[in-house]
Each structure stands twice: as structure tokens, then as C-alpha cells.
């Protein structure tokens, strides 16, 4: 059976600013906490930016946009989502005034995607936190961050609010549970950091995400605005009751995040939660009110899916499960140890709108991998990317499947269609785009651009609305 992708389906790829852009000090933009990290959301924190820190010069998509985003409208993007760097808006975060320079930028960066008639998707928020408001007020544990973000976002929507529609407030918000530096801006050490202020840090971000809703849709009620979220189903490692409970609630640790943004208070197992380990979230005067400003889709990233079991002695962490859980012993996995678990995506589809109701958007999936440049019989010179080609084929085939189900599917942008350098290693040589760029770890290359395989794929499937796919 043929899926029927809808006919105003947003075929797309999404990046982030940290990870492409380059060009981290100029016109005016401020050190953010990326430019501290040069190995990765997990790695050590530096006190300044370190030459050893690819994302300093990304892929310096900051002077090249023009050129890629040549390169997505030849494959035919309805839509690209990127982020608006925090600090090339406020340098430090905490300025009353913007930086012209900055805005000006993404003026013309969303110029240039109208012109190819391209939708922009734009993430306020990206683990893109200004550092100063990191090491200043310890970034998100500090309540006064809410007034900083709520006066960036208002900053940015009213500038943009006739060339951007789609927006979502923070990127994988719920990754704040095991990288609050990365996530939150958090400088107080994980292992330091008490469940309270964790919490409380989360709970700034939400009202600050239901604001961002609030004022955007006053600036302009033709907004769609959505939270993202990480989506990593949990199975249980057997059918065990104990460990379908186990399962259950190590889920609802993810689910509390689009449940608030979407139902707009806190679910009763986070009450539960709280209770019982002594946590209490201090409420400002008009916070309740702030959340009901709920968000008009869902949008989440979907790399795998994990499994959790009551029992201990079979707790052994899955390699590169960004939030724990346990191996699947039916999945294989990627070279970076995530479990690969295409029907996992249809399952999230699901729950989701199950669950909530609104329509869906899936805006990062896809496969880091170590690419080959070769040259061609025709003499040019790409990558045979086939595994790649595979690994999408298959996530998206059971989209249309989910889309059979019943569910509202906005649109998908896979992520890093374009090579850029990975969040979580702060490598280049893990690459996932459709277009390979030459530059690596050791800083050589001379960053030019080639279309890969999956380039021609991914045009394919996007001219054909989804029917080229292999079923």
C-alpha cells in the first residue's frame, strides 16, 4: 500500500546556529556556552574559547548561507529549521539593547530563504545560551533569566514577525535532566547540582517557554509556536509488571515536559515525583496563568528508543543514550552506540497525538556516521552514502505509516542536513548531511561543499511526496 504523504507536507533539514555558523565573535555577537565546550556537551568546560574547538568556525555557514541554501532548494525544502544565536541578538544576555548587527543578519539569512520560497523554523533557544549569563547567574537556576529570554524573544518576534511563522522556544528541553550545562547554562557541576534547583531551573524555563507563547501570539496571531522536546520511547526489557512500571516512569520524566506545555499545568506524577523526594517548586505570582499559554504543536527530535527494567543487575546503560535507559537486545546500534529503531518513530507518532491532540512535528532524525569522499565515474566528488540513504528511508516509511494511523504530521526536517559539527562529541568526522563539507577535527579543509548520495535521494523523495520511498 502507498502512504499519501499530505500534499502540504514541510519536506526539510534542520541545523543549529553553535553548530554551523562560525564567525563566533563577529559583528558584535558575545561568547555563548558552546564556544567553551571543544569537546562536546559532555566533555570540560575551558574558561575561554580554545583554537581546538570546531565550533568557532563551524562550517562558517555565517559566509556560505547564500551557497547552501542554493544547495536546499535544488533539493526542492519546503522548510529549514535553524536557530537564532541568543548572543549575536545580546551579547552578554542581559542588555536592555539589541545588537543591530546581529539581527540584521538573520534578516538576511531569512531573506535568502524566502527568496527560494523556503519556510524558516526558528529555535530561539539551542543550547546557545550566552555564557555570560551562564557563569554571572548560573543560567537557568536563576529566575531573572526568565525576564532576559522573555525580552530576546520579544526582540526577535517583533523584528521578524512577516518573515518567520514557525517557532519553537527551546531545543530538546528536557535534555536538561542529564547536560544542564549544555541544556540549561547551568554552571554548577551536575554532581553538585540538587534535584531542587534542577527542578526549579526547569520550572523557570517552562514558564519562560509559555510566555515566549503568550507574547508571540499577541505580536503575531498567525504564529505557530512549539515546544521541542526530546522523544526516546522506553520500552520495558520484559513483560515483567515490574518492569513495565519501571518503564512508566522513567518515561514520564520526558513526558512532564510536553505535558506542561501542552496541557498547561504540571501532570499529578510530577506532584508524586516531587513529594517523594522532597522537592518544591517555588511558584511566582502569575506563573500558573503563564503556563495555560499552551503551545500549537509538538515538535521533537528522534534519534532511538531505550528500555528500563526494575531490575538492577540488569541496568547496564546503553552506550550513547543521551537520557539512560538500558539496551534493546533486538536493536542494532550506530557507530556512536544509538540504537537504531525506525517503528520506534511510528510508536512516538502515536503516543503523542494520542496524547495530546495537536499536530506533530518531527524536526530532527537521522544517522551520524564516518563518511568517505570519493570521486566519481562522472569525476565529481561525493559520497556513497547508502547506509544513510537506508537509515532515513526506513524512519520515514514509518512516518507515512503514522500518517495512515490517523496522526496529524506537520512535517519532517532531518537533522544536519548539512555537515556540521556534533552537539554531543564536538566532532566533525560525525556527519549526517546530505551535503559533505571538507573540513576535519584537525581543523584542515578547505570547506568546500559536495552533494552526497543522499542528496539526489532526498530530492527524489521530496519531488515524489514521499512515494519514491522503498516499503
Known amino acids: 500500500m502507498s502512504t499519501q504523504f499530505p500534499k502540504d507536507f514541510m519536506w526539510g533539514g534542520a541545523v543549529a546556529a553553535n553548530q554551523l555558523e562560525g564567525a563566533y565573535q563577529e559583528d558584535g555577537k558575545g561568547w ?21 574547538n570546531m565550533k568557532l568556525i563551524g562550517i562558517d555557514f555565517y559566509h556560505h548561507y547564500k551557497e547552501d541554501i542554493k544547495l536546499f532548494a535544488e533539493m526542492g525544502f519546503k522548510v529549514f529549521r535553524t536557530s537564532i544565536a541568543w548572543s549575536r541578538i545580546f551579547p552578554k544576555g542581559d542588555e536592555l539593547e539589541p545588537n ?51 525580552r530576546y524573544a520579544t526582540t526577535v518576534f517583533n523584528r521578524y514577525k512577516d518573515k518567520v511563522k514557525y517557532w519553537l522556544t527551546f531545543n ?63 520500552y520495558p526489557l520484559t513483560p515483567n509488571p515490574d518492569d513495565v512500571i519501571a518503564a512508566m516512569e522513567f518515561d514520564h520524566r520526558n ?15 510530577m506532584k508524586r515525583f516531587f513529594k517523594e523526594n522532597g522537592i518544591s517548586i517555588h511558584f511566582e505570582p502569575g506563573d500558573a496563568e503563564d503556563l495555560k499559554h499552551t503551545v500549537d504543536f509538538i515538535s521533537f527530535s528522534y534519534y532511538m528508543s531505550t528500555c528500563e527494567t526494575a531490575d538492577e543487575a540488569k541496568k547496564v546503560k546503553g552506550k550513547g543514550n543521551i537520557l539512560g535507559g538500558v539496551s534493546n537486545p533486538h536493536l542494532e546500534a550506530s557507530e556512536w552506540g544509538w540504537q537504531i529503531d525506525p517503528q520506534g518513530l511510528r510508536y512516538v ?41 537506508n537509515y532515513l528511508n526506513d524512519h520515514l516509511v514509518q512516518v507515512g505509516e503514522a500518517i495512515e494511523d490517523g496522526v496529524e504530521v506537520l512535517g519532517y526536517t532531518s537533522w544536519g542536513c548539512i555537515d556540521l559539527v556534533s552537539a554531543s562529541t564536538a566532532q566533525l568526522k560525525k556527519r549526517y548531511g546530505y551535503i559533505y563539507v571538507d573540513r576535519h577535527d584537525d581543523g584542515s579543509g578547505t570547506l568546500e561543499r559536495y552533494p552526497k548520495k543522499s542528496f539526489h535521494w532526498y530530492k527524489e523523495v521530496i519531488a515524489t511526496n514521499g512515494e519514491s520511498l522503498k516499503r
Open 32 to 52: 555563548s556556552i558552546q564556544d567553551v565546550t571543544p569537546r562536546g556537551g559532555w566533555g570540560p568546560v575551558t574558561d575561554v574559547p580554545t583554537e581546538d
Open 172 to 234: 530538546e528541553i528536557n535534555s536538561i535532566l542529564e547536560a544542564p550545562f549544555m541544556s540549561g547554562g547551568i554552571s554548577t557541576p551536575k554532581d553538585q547540582l540538587s534535584e531542587q534547583d534542577l527542578y526549579q531551573a526547569i520550572h523557570h524555563e517552562l514558564v519562560a517557554s509559555a510566555r515566549a507563547v503568550k507574547i508571540g501570539h499577541q505580536i503575531n496571531p498567525d504564529f505557530k509556536i512549539g515546544c521541542m522536546v526530546l522523544s526516546m520511547p522506553t
Open 100 to 150: 543591530e548587527k546581529g539581527l540584521q543578519f538573520y534578516d538576511d539569512l531569512f531573506d535568502e530563504l524566502h527568496k527560494y520560497g523556503i519556510e524558516p523554523l526558528v529555535t530561539l533557544s539551542h543550547y546557545e545560551t550566552p555564557l555570560h549569563l551562564s557563569r554571572e547567574y548560573d543560567g537557568w537556576v536563576n529566575r531573572k533569566l526568565v525576564d532576559f529570554y522573555e
Open 349 to 389: 507518532l502515536n503516543t503523542f497525538y494520542d496524547r495530546f491532540q495537536k499536530p506533530l512535528f518531527i524536526v530532527e532524525n537521522g544517522l551520524g556516521a564516518v563518511d568517505e569522499l570519493i570521486t566519481n565515474e562522472k569525476g565529481e566528488k561525493t559520497v556513497e552514502d547508502d547506509y544513510r540513504i
Open 255 to 269: 513526558m512532564a515536559f510536553a505535558d506542561i506545555h501542552a496541557r498547561g499545568q504540571y501532570p499529578g506524577y
